[in-house]
């Protein structure tokens, strides 16, 4: 995983699993990267657009504190973070 | 450790330890004295109803903490290991099993292991302890440890349990038992001292096994609520 500039401004977080694109096999492999990389419930992560897209918008379910509390620091050592 | 990781940790705890308590202790004889056979039978299910209930919740709530890598081989283990374990569930609960309770009867006949139990005479207990250490494997993470380690400990640990009471149940006919099966699967059949009747095992529950391994690989979304992902 790494932080990329994105085209259109701001920032993405860069992501690659070698599970087929196949019956939600790889965006389900993704979420359980997130979940695993930054310790929460699977259940608590979900994809809100670009199910088929190598762009999507991941949405965390949780006390926004807290989770920036837990998940920013993780981000911020990633290359490019 | 996490609050979700703390709440899983004793639901298993309860699961685990409430099948135990009941099944293995003097309190099965207190409570069996007390509400009768199926009186105890009726708690006992519904204790394991609403503790299996309560680590689902735990489970699904849990924070993944990994502990080694998902990789192509570990995904692969349930893959190869469940074939085996579908068909001993299929063939352990359609088979007449004298270590099962309500079952002892079946020690009695001509034949007390037939068809799957001279495989093993545990087959419905290993096939939920290949299910949960296969899938710990494959998941690799703190909260599948807990979850998945609460069955394959309480159904592997429970051959070894469910094995003392009936030599005590049985008697001789224990022993009779206990010649032609083995607890681990296979191990009779390799030391030789039995020998596997197809015809009592019967392809129809071998297909029937299999069937039930291809609905839980492809319904994996929807049974388990996340696709198998082979790395």
Same mark, same amino acid.
């Given at each position: 995983? &790494?932080?990329?500039?994105? &085209?259109?401004?701001?920032? /993405?977080?860069?992501?690659?699993?070698?599970?087929?694109? !196949?019956?939600?096999?790889?965006? !389900?492999?993704?979420?359980?990267?997130?979940?695993? &990389?930054?310790?929460?419930?699977?259940?608590?992560?979900?994809?809100?657009?670009?199910? &088929?897209?190598?762009?999507?918008?991941?949405?965390? /379910?949780?006390?926004?504190?807290?989770? /920036? !509390?837990? /998940?920013?620091? !993780?981000?911020?050592?990633?290359?490019?973070? | 450790?996490?609050?979700?990781?703390?709440? @899983?940790? %004793?639901?298993?705890?309860?699961?685990?330890?409430?099948?135990?308590?009941?099944?293995?202790?003097?309190? $099965?004889?207190?409570?069996?004295?007390?509400?009768?056979? $199926? =009186?105890?039978?009726?708690?006992?299910?519904? +204790?394991?109803?609403? +503790?299996?209930?309560?680590?689902?919740?735990?489970?699904?709530?849990?924070?993944?903490? #990994?502990?080694?890598?998902?990789?192509?081989?570990?995904?692969?283990?349930?893959?190869?290991?469940?074939?085996?374990?579908?068909?001993? @569930? %299929?063939?352990?609960? +359609?088979?007449?099993? #004298?270590?099962?309770?309500?079952?002892?009867?079946?020690?009695?006949?001509?034949?007390?292991?037939?068809?799957?139990? *001279?495989?093993?005479?545990?087959?419905?207990?290993?096939? %939920? =302890?290949?299910?949960?250490?296969?899938?710990? %494997?494959?998941?690799?993470?703190?909260?599948?440890?807990?979850?998945?380690?609460?069955?394959?400990?309480?159904?592997?640990?429970?051959?070894?349990?469910?094995?003392?009471?009936?030599?005590?149940?049985?008697?001789?006919?224990?022993?009779?038992?206990?010649?032609?099966?083995?607890?681990? #699967?296979?191990?009779?059949?390799?030391?030789?001292?039995?020998?596997? *009747?197809?015809?009592?095992?019967?392809?129809?529950?071998?297909?029937? =096994?299999?069937?039930?391994?291809?609905?839980?690989?492809?319904?994996?979304?929807?049974?388990? =609520?996340? #696709?198998?992902?082979?790395?």
């Amino acid at each position: 995983m &790494a932080v990329a500039a994105a &085209a259109q401004g701001g920032h /993405v977080l860069k992501a690659t699993v070698t599970a087929p694109a !196949e019956n939600g096999r790889a965006n !389900e492999a993704l979420l359980q990267l997130l979940a695993r &990389a930054w310790h929460l419930p699977r259940r608590d992560l979900s994809l809100i657009a670009g199910s &088929a897209s190598r762009h999507k918008i991941v949405r965390i /379910v949780g006390d926004p504190q807290r989770l /920036v !509390e837990q /998940v920013g620091p !993780e981000i911020g050592r990633l290359p490019g973070g | 450790m996490s609050q979700g990781l703390l709440s @899983l940790a %004793i639901a298993a705890i309860a699961f685990c330890g409430s099948h135990i308590v009941l099944s293995s202790t003097w309190l $099965r004889g207190a409570l069996r004295d007390q509400l009768g056979e $199926r =009186g105890f039978l009726a708690v006992y299910s519904l +204790t394991a109803l609403v +503790t299996f209930a309560w680590l689902l919740v735990a489970y699904s709530h849990a924070p993944t903490i #990994p502990l080694w890598p998902q990789q192509r081989w570990t995904a692969l283990v349930p893959v190869v290991v469940m074939p085996l374990a579908t068909i001993l @569930l %299929i063939a352990g609960y +359609t088979t007449p099993n #004298p270590t099962t309770v309500g079952m002892e009867r079946f020690a009695r006949a001509d034949d007390p292991a037939p068809g799957v139990l *001279r495989v093993t005479r545990h087959p419905v207990m290993w096939a %939920i =302890g290949l299910w949960g250490t296969s899938h710990i %494997i494959a998941n690799g993470d703190l909260r599948s440890l807990l979850f998945f380690g609460a069955f394959a400990g309480l159904s592997l640990g429970g051959t070894v349990l469910i094995d003392r009471k009936k030599q005590l149940a049985l008697g001789s006919n224990w022993a009779r038992l206990a010649e032609v099966t083995s607890n681990v #699967p296979f191990a009779a059949l390799v030391a030789g001292r039995t020998r596997l *009747r197809w015809r009592d095992v019967s392809l129809l529950r071998v297909i029937a =096994g299999l069937l039930l391994y291809a609905v839980l690989y492809n319904g994996h979304a929807i049974i388990a =609520g996340a #696709p198998v992902v082979i790395p």
